[in-house]
């Protein structure tokens, strides 16, 4: 289902050029940009700043979910209501979505999320490290594509291309943000 007000033209941006740390608010812009107007999530400190400015935002519905799947089927009404949205979550959220994911790739709903990872670099929880590693692999096998970003510019750069695929083509895009970007959780 293409909506033209699901079609807002994403501008090219000279976001690239700034300091690393700042991507936070540059992904934030670029999915203004996109025309996210919808933000649903699990509280996650590496997306403390998105949370944050998406719920500072009066254009901007948000949900806070009590489990990562809710996000998918809010998305997809979402998208049926007319608006673009995305779904952020950790790593350890992704296992609880793989039933739910067949519904956006079942009926072609375009749906963007953002994933910070876990289970990887500087990890000091093992509990996180089955799901950080077989997030990748569980996502592409239900149908998503899986796009993935180290650097803060690469972030910035692959959540625009990512907006653009999924809601210009109606396809289902989980963009990963590796640990090391986020830093070490100390607790």
Known sequence: ?????????VAASARL????????DQV????????VAHMSYVPDAGHTTLIRRFGADPDVVTNVLTTEEEGIAVAAGSWLGGQRSVVLMQSSGV???????SLPVQARIPLLVLVTMRGEWAEFNPWQVPMGQATEA??????LTVLRAETGPAVVDTVSQAA???FDSDQQIA????????????W
Do not use: F, T
Request: hydrophobic residues 40%.
């Open 175 to 186: 963009v990963l943000i590796g640990q090391r970007l986020l830093g070490k959780k100390k």
């Open 95 to 101: 296992g609880n979505c793989i039933n739910m994911l």
């Open 1 to 9: 289902m293409n909506l033209d007000a699901n079609k807002p033209q």
């Open 28 to 35: 934030y812009d670029a999915l203004k940009e996109a025309g």
């Open 138 to 143: 569980s996502l592409k096998a239900i149908g």
């Open 164 to 166: 653009s695929m999924a």
């Open 17 to 24: 050029s700034a300091p690393a740390n700042q991507w936070p």
